[in-house]
C-alpha cells in the first residue's frame, strides 16, 4: 500500500459545505463547512450528542443532508464506499470467539461472502486468493499484530483487537479511514499506542483520517486539524487555533476555559453541556477536550 497511491488523489478526501442534517424535526447541527485532505490526520471532536457519529453517517452516505453540500472521494457520499475504511464504535468479542485475528482481517477483504473464498475450477481463483492472503499478512503486519493473528480474537487484549480491526478496515487499501472513537475504552498506555499507529499509518499510505474521539490529548502529537462540533455548529482549523478560550466561548456562546496541565495536556473548564468523556474513566468534574 504504498503513498502514491493515495496521494495521486489532488481534491480532498472529505468535503463538506454549509451542511446540514435534520433528524426527528431537530437540527443535529448546520451551516458545517469543513474538509479533509489527502494524507491528513484530523480529529473531530464534541460533547456527547453534538453529532459527531452523525457526521460519520453523512460521510458513508447512509444519511443524507437537509441542506448544504457533501463530497468524498470527489463524488457523492455512498457512491466510494468501496475507497473507504470505517471503524466502527468498539465491540466487544466474546471470549469464546472462535475466529482468529487473521480471520477477522481477511473479512475486510470478503465480508460479504462471510468471509469464504470463491471456489474456482482454473488457477485463476487460486491465484486471487494468494493475493489477497497477501493482503491480509500486508494488513497485519502494517499494525504490528503479527504475534497474535493466529490467536482467536476473543483470547486477545483490548489493544490487540482494536489493532486487528484497524488492519481489517485498511486491508481494502482505503483512500479514507473514518474511526469512530476507537481510543474508547482503551487503557492511557493503548490509547497512546493506537493514536501513534494511526498517525504513522497516515503518514506512510498517504490514507486521509478522520477520527472521533472524546479527549484529544492522545492525539495532540500527531493531528494536522480538528473539527468541533458544539450546539449544532463547527469550527475548524489547528489544534491551537481551535482547542482555546476564546474559540469554544464563542462556539458555545458561553464562557469556556482551557487550561494546560504541567504535563501539556489540555483541560476544559466550565463547558456547558455534560462532559465528553465516559464516567468510567474521568470521575471529575472538569473534562479532557473532546
Known sequence: ????????????????????VRLGGRTVWSDVSMRVG????????GANGSGKSTLLKVALGTLALSAGRASVL?????EASRSIGYLPQRR????????RGRDIVRLGLDGDRWGLPVRAPWGRGAARGRAAAQRVEAAIAMVGADGYAERSIGECSGGEQQRLLIAQALVGRP??????EPLDSLDLPNQAAVAALVAELCRSTGVAVLLVAHDVNPLLPYLDRVVYLA???????????????E???ALYGLPVEVLKAS???LVVVGQPEPPAHHHDRHDHSHAHVG
Open 1 to 20: 500500500m504504498a503513498a502514491t497511491e493515495h496521494q495521486r488523489r489532488s481534491g480532498p478526501a472529505l468535503e463538506l459545505d454549509g451542511a446540514a
Open 38 to 45: 489527502p494524507g491528513e490526520f484530523v480529529a473531530l471532536l
Open 74 to 78: 470527489g463524488r457523492a457520499p455512498g
Open 92 to 99: 466487544a468479542f466474546d471470549a469464546g470467539t472462535r475466529l
Open 175 to 180: 483512500e479514507l479511514f473514518l474511526l469512530d
Open 231 to 245: 450546539r449544532g455548529r463547527a469550527v475548524e482549523g489547528p489544534v491551537e487555533q481551535v482547542i482555546t478560550s
Open 247 to 249: 474559540t469554544l466561548t
Open 263 to 265: 504535563d501539556g495536556r
